[in-house]
């Protein structure tokens, strides 16, 4: 049971760390200034969620686990983020594309955390469903604005939804550590599923049909981007163990 | 009645008013409703505070800062507690806060259930310059210089300025 919620824990922290760090990426390159500010917002708010959620699970494991040594120094094959945030920016369509189909599952997903049985998590739920309610509406609002815009804007969405769209169904897949937790797999499909219709009807996309659904991140088996991110994001500490500011 | 512990949690709550947010020095964490509890046992203090937002990078700042005021006055056995729920809202900010925040040039948080919703392309929320007290202004960006803020633009004095935003 503990080493299911410890897995559980770890998994949401590192989809949003991973998350994070791709949308940080943008910093200093964004579109424009305030959606420069906008992207960079919406990653400090990630990062902060998966600063708690780190902390919960140091906190579970205890020894000398922190909430440094979980981002840091786990390997690979030991991050359990969905494949979904793993996936490149490329460009501004497919970067909010990605944001719009994790924020509405992220949105009812910590909904159904804030009922849960677990306490802390129930917490941290509480306040991130606060962020994820801004990141919901900021990234509906691109996908409609690309999707019902020009015709090269619609041809990118459309492009990033091929890109994305096959890593969607991990999301409502659960994998062994998440047979004990009270989450609604099928309830929280129905209802991203429907609110993902509402959206691309007004932004004039198409959600493909009969396609086929990748699975594996949450048990820890990646696409190949992952290995270029955390070469990014540990460097440091790999190379100067414990090295502060 | 008083007792000797009202008398003490009053001179650490005096005390933990002079604890600023770094970012928007003019607020105090008792403006912000960020204080939620000061426990004392013995010689033993526990300052309970919610954070504001998840990644706001003030917070443990906040939390150092609030540990070194009272150690330099004398209460050296300091805990402090960070809870997460219930989960701060703008509503806990003092209307001493809001006032401050307007004459730092920022305008205040609205009352929440006006835009706390899922709505998209809503019309922008009304809200005040704090300059020359016009309504007449319009949303440049909801995200601004930091994760509590949205960027606004008067349309009578043309100022762009920071709003607080409902949370």
């Given at each position: 049971?503990?080493?299911?919620?410890?897995?559980?824990t770890?998994?949401?922290?590192?989809t949003?760390?991973?998350?994070?760090?791709r949308?940080?990426?943008?910093?200093?390159?964004?579109?424009?200034?305030?959606?420069?500010?906008?992207?960079?917002?919406?990653t400090?708010?990630?990062?902060?969620?998966?600063?708690?959620?780190?902390?919960?699970a140091?906190?579970?494991?205890?020894?000398?686990?922190?909430?440094?040594?979980?981002?840091y120094?786990?390997?690979?094959?030991?991050?359990?983020?969905?494949?979904?945030?793993e996936?490149p920016?490329?460009?501004?369509?497919?970067t909010?594309?990605?944001?719009?189909?994790?924020?509405q599952?992220?949105?009812?997903l910590?909904?159904?955390l804030?009922?849960?049985?677990?306490?802390?998590?129930?917490?941290?739920?509480?306040?991130?469903?606060?962020?994820?309610?801004?990141?919901?509406?900021?990234s509906?609002?691109?996908?409609?604005?690309?999707g019902d815009?020009?015709?090269?804007?619609?041809?990118?969405?459309?492009n990033?939804?091929?890109?994305?769209?096959?890593?969607?169904?991990e999301?409502?897949?659960?994998v062994?550590?998440?047979?004990?937790?009270?989450?609604?797999?099928?309830?929280?499909?129905t209802?991203?599923?429907?609110?993902v219709?509402?959206?691309?009807?007004?932004?004039?996309?198409?959600?493909?049909?009969n396609?086929?659904?990748?699975?594996?991140?949450?048990?820890?088996?990646?696409?190949?981007?992952?290995?270029?991110?955390?070469?990014?994001?540990?460097?440091?500490?790999?190379?100067?163990?414990?090295a502060?500011? | 009645?008083v007792?000797?512990?009202t008398?003490?949690?009053?001179?650490?709550?005096?005390?933990l008013?002079?604890?600023?947010d770094?970012e928007?020095?003019?607020?105090?964490?008792?403006?912000?409703?960020?204080l939620?509890e000061?426990?004392?046992?013995?010689d033993?203090?526990?300052?309970?505070f919610?954070?504001?937002y998840?990644?706001?990078?003030?917070?443990?700042?906040?939390s150092?800062?609030i540990?070194?005021?009272?150690?330099?006055?004398?209460?050296?056995?300091?805990?402090?507690?960070?809870v997460l729920?219930p989960?701060?809202?703008?509503?806990?900010?003092?209307?001493?806060g809001?006032?401050?925040?307007?004459?730092?040039?920022?305008?205040?948080?609205?009352?929440?259930?006006?835009?706390?919703?899922?709505?998209?392309f809503?019309?922008?929320e009304?809200?005040?310059?704090?300059?020359?007290d016009?309504?007449?202004t319009?949303?440049?960006?909801?995200?601004?210089?930091?994760?509590?803020?949205?960027?606004?633009?008067?349309?009578?004095?043309?100022e762009?300025?920071?709003?607080?935003?409902?949370?």
């Amino acid at each position: 049971m503990k080493y299911a919620l410890i897995d559980y824990t770890l998994h949401l922290a590192d989809t949003t760390l991973i998350l994070a760090q791709r949308n940080a990426e943008w910093c200093g390159h964004g579109p424009i200034l305030e959606q420069d500010i906008a992207i960079t917002n919406i990653t400090l708010d990630l990062l902060g969620q998966s600063r708690n959620f780190y902390q919960y699970a140091a906190s579970l494991i205890g020894h000398n686990a922190s909430e440094d040594s979980l981002a840091y120094l786990r390997k690979e094959r030991e991050f359990k983020n969905l494949l979904l945030v793993e996936q490149p920016n490329k460009d501004w369509g497919q970067t909010t594309l990605r944001q719009f189909l994790f924020s509405q599952f992220h949105f009812f997903l910590l909904e159904q955390l804030q009922k849960g049985n677990d306490t802390q998590l129930a917490a941290i739920a509480e306040k991130s469903i606060k962020e994820t309610t801004y990141h919901v509406r900021w990234s509906s609002e691109w996908v409609i604005r690309l999707g019902d815009g020009t015709e090269e804007s619609h041809q990118r969405m459309e492009n990033a939804i091929e890109e994305l769209w096959r890593y969607t169904d991990e999301m409502f897949t659960p994998v062994e550590y998440e047979n004990e937790s009270s989450v609604d797999f099928k309830e929280l499909k129905t209802k991203w599923l429907n609110n993902v219709k509402k959206v691309f009807a007004e932004a004039t996309l198409t959600i493909p049909e009969n396609e086929f659904m990748q699975t594996g991140g949450k048990s820890g088996v990646h696409t190949e981007h992952l290995g270029y991110i955390l070469s990014d994001l540990q460097y440091l500490q790999r190379t100067f163990p414990g090295a502060t500011w | 009645m008083v007792n000797t512990a009202t008398i003490e949690e009053a001179k650490i709550r005096a005390l933990l008013e002079t604890v600023k947010d770094p970012e928007i020095p003019v607020l105090s964490i008792i403006d912000l409703g960020m204080l939620r509890e000061i426990k004392i046992k013995d010689d033993k203090i526990e300052v309970v505070f919610t954070p504001t937002y998840s990644g706001c990078p003030a917070t443990d700042m906040i939390s150092a800062t609030i540990k070194m005021v009272l150690q330099e006055n004398g209460y050296s056995n300091v805990k402090i507690t960070s809870v997460l729920s219930p989960a701060w809202t703008t509503d806990w900010m003092t209307e001493e806060g809001k006032k401050k925040l307007k004459s730092y040039g920022i305008a205040p948080p609205n009352p929440k259930q006006q835009v706390c919703h899922q709505e998209l392309f809503l019309p922008d929320e009304a809200v005040q310059c704090p300059r020359c007290d016009s309504w007449n202004t319009h949303r440049i960006s909801e995200f601004g210089s930091t994760a509590c803020k949205a960027l606004y633009q008067c349309d009578d004095c043309k100022e762009p300025f920071d709003y607080f935003k409902c949370h």
